[in-house]
């Protein structure tokens, strides 16, 4: 080696160092490789197994619209006009209506914020849902809405109240006593308001990922028909007997129709 200056871009050891340095041809002893192996053992590797559940569990993308059975129920939502009081550009009606979870309508200005949601007919609604994720809004979560019905905007009566304050997922609306249906528990209204009143931690603006709201599909029970089964059809019924015969013996003629003579 000469002893001129190292080039430009290496790294040369200390004298000190180069001695214990291996050379190609350097072996290590028995002993050398099942110290290493065991220093290899000693390092603790922290691996959450549970990591690609998270992702999946808390992605949006896998809380897709209708998680609950909708059978014999129709989602009227498109038979409305929707406007909301304030809304970041790409954020707004088009964004919540969207069945895609990773869109939200995000409010721009002073709270309440308010969604209104405008039939062209009065409707009877039997479930309201609202979606919301504070995994991913935080702040922007909303943790009290209040909704209010009417046949215009000027005789809105609030018929719920929710508060919380980690949702995640689909909440529904508590329709209970409403007033409409058999049951008393069906929304009938022309209009449908939500106001988001609190946010979490106090947030300014809001995010609101999806509202659906749904009524009796009525193609379903016209197809259907709302005629009952007749009681035989039921488990372990009978039909009705025919007309009763004598057992064993066949009408004689004489006992047909008489013929007035």
């Given at each position: 080696m000469s002893g001129g200056p190292p080039p430009t871009g290496y790294f040369v050891l200390p004298e000190a160092d180069m001695e214990g340095a291996l050379t190609p041809d350097a072996e290590l002893s028995a002993d050398d490789v099942a110290?290493?192996?065991?220093?290899?053992?000693?390092?603790?590797?922290?691996?959450d197994v549970d990591d690609e559940d998270d992702i999946d569990q808390d992605s949006p993308e896998t809380d897709r619209m209708e998680p609950f059975d909708t059978t014999g129920l129709r989602e009227i939502g498109n038979l409305a006009s929707w406007t909301v009081s304030t809304a970041k550009p790409g954020c707004g009606v088009?964004?919540?209506?969207?069945?895609?979870?990773?869109?939200?309508?995000?409010?721009?200005?002073?709270?309440?914020h308010i969604l209104n949601i405008h039939f062209i007919?009065?409707?009877?609604?039997?479930?309201?849902?609202?979606?919301?994720?504070?995994?991913?809004?935080?702040?922007?979560?909303?943790?009290?809405?209040?909704?209010?019905a009417g046949t215009s905007s000027h005789d809105l009566i609030d018929f719920a109240e929710l508060s919380f304050e980690q949702p995640k997922g689909w909440i529904d609306v508590d329709l209970t006593g409403v007033g409409g249906g058999r049951d008393g528990n069906v929304l009938r209204a022309?209009?449908?308001?939500?106001?988001?009143?609190?946010?979490?931690?106090?947030?300014?603006?809001?995010?609101?990922?999806?509202?659906?709201?749904?009524?009796?599909?009525?193609?379903?029970?016209?197809?259907?028909?709302?005629?009952?089964?007749?009681p035989w059809g039921e488990t372990?019924?009978?039909?009705?007997?025919?007309?009763e015969e004598a057992d064993g013996l066949d009408e004689p003629d004489w006992l047909a129709n008489p013929v007035l003579r």
């Open positions: 110290e290493q192996m065991a220093d290899v053992d000693d390092v603790d590797v922290d691996v088009q964004a919540l209506r969207d069945d895609d979870a990773n869109l939200y309508w995000q409010s721009d200005g002073p709270q309440p007919k009065m409707v009877n609604i039997t479930n309201i849902r609202v979606y919301l994720d504070f995994t991913l809004d935080e702040s922007y979560t909303p943790t009290r809405l209040i909704f209010l022309f209009i449908v308001q939500m106001k988001v009143m609190e946010n979490h931690q106090n947030g300014k603006d809001t995010h609101v990922r999806g509202v659906k709201i749904y009524a009796k599909d009525e193609s379903v029970r016209a197809t259907t028909g709302s005629r009952k089964a007749a372990g019924a009978k039909p009705p007997p025919a007309e």
